[in-house]
């Protein structure tokens, strides 16, 4: 029996519905508010078109906040997975700690950064910072890593190393599982017996597409970096960590320029559009499904 597409419209109506309000309309809106010059509160706007868009071109604070967000996607991206992958594989491996290593690395997934951000500051803090007092321990000084202009995106990004390798621990952990034990078995009847060589050879090319998800998802929520440079750093010292949501940000409401932010928000969902695409097509060739 053929289904009736009235009825399957009438059934998908609603999830479209959803869709456009909270997706597709508010794009549409920031397309628009970008082509103008309208200020926060003002009562009117002029049509400017491209305007925001050459003046991005020109904009040493914006192609700032672009280089700082893509050494933190990168920086972010690979802690996290390989913090991830290789916790994951000692908790595969029934590890007696691996009660433990579930918690301790999914805590941070579950807990609210911006009042972590919080506990991190007191962390790094230059003078009573816990970081400091072990680093003395070895005998390294002290450093101010949140308002040293050459560690405060790094120590930034192990904030979100910190905070996205647990999400990266669960997914990869969800690939391990799918791995049946059978193609484990027959590796060692074929003498891939060492734990290197075994996942170089079985577990790794298994975990393609487990691997592009978490790259996919990491890459993404690395991109909407915003708490951590809010609550410690506002983007200082001297634009170190200035990145692209705050950026826009710092345009919208603190100068009120909501035209002009509206177009670094449209360039923003264009590069997360384009950024995943090229990962994916690059990823997508290497990947066993």
């Known amino acids: 029996m053929r289904a009736?597409?009235?009825?399957?419209?009438?059934?998908?109506?609603?999830?479209?519905?959803?869709?456009?309000?909270?997706?597709?309309?508010?794009?549409a809106v920031v397309s628009v508010m970008s082509l103008t010059d309208w200020q926060f509160g003002a009562a009117s706007l002029e049509w400017v078109g491209l305007a925001n868009y050459r003046?991005?071109?020109?904009?040493?604070?914006?192609?700032?906040?672009?280089?700082?967000?893509?050494?933190?996607?990168?920086?972010?991206?690979?802690?996290?997975i390989g913090i991830g992958l290789g916790v994951a594989l000692l908790?595969?491996?029934?590890?007696?700690?691996?009660?433990?290593?579930?918690?301790?690395?999914?805590?941070?997934?579950?807990?609210?950064?911006?009042?972590?951000?919080?506990?991190?500051?007191?962390l790094l803090h230059p003078?009573?910072?816990?970081?400091?007092?072990?680093?003395?321990l070895v005998g390294i000084e002290p450093h101010n890593w949140l308002n040293d202009a050459g560690l405060a995106l790094y120590s930034l990004a192990a904030i979100g190393i910190w905070q996205m390798s647990g999400l990266a621990l669960v997914l990869f952990l969800a690939g391990l599982k799918n791995i049946p034990q059978d193609i484990r078995d027959a590796g060692a009847l074929d003498g891939i017996e060492q734990p290197l060589e075994r996942f170089l050879r079985i577990i790794w090319p298994l975990l393609g597409p487990t691997t592009l998800f978490?790259?996919?998802v990491c890459a993404i929520r690395a991109l909407q970096v915003f708490d951590t440079v809010h609550a410690l750093t506002r983007g200082g010292p001297n634009k170190a960590t200035e990145v692209l949501l705050?950026?826009?940000?710092?345009?919208?409401?603190?100068?009120l320029r909501m035209g002009y932010a509206s177009a670094m928000t449209v360039v923003f969902i264009v590069g997360i559009f384009f950024l995943t695409q090229i990962q994916h097509s690059a990823m997508e060739r290497k990947t066993h499904y």
Do not use: C
């Open 246 to 255: 705050h950026t826009i940000y710092s345009e919208g409401f603190s100068f």
């Open 4 to 27: 009736n597409p009235y009825h399957t419209a009438l059934l998908l109506a609603p999830a479209t519905l959803l869709l456009f309000i909270l997706l597709l309309a508010p794009v």
């Open 214 to 216: 978490v790259v996919t």
């Open 91 to 122: 908790i595969d491996s029934d590890t007696q700690l691996r009660a433990f290593y579930r918690t301790a690395f999914f805590m941070p997934v579950a807990s609210t950064l911006i009042a972590m951000a919080v506990v991190w500051q007191f």
């Open 55 to 80: 003046e991005l071109l020109t904009d040493a604070v914006f192609r700032k906040s672009i280089a700082n967000t893509l050494v933190y996607l990168i920086v972010v991206t690979l802690g996290a």
């Open 127 to 136: 003078d009573v910072g816990l970081v400091n007092r072990v680093l003395a």
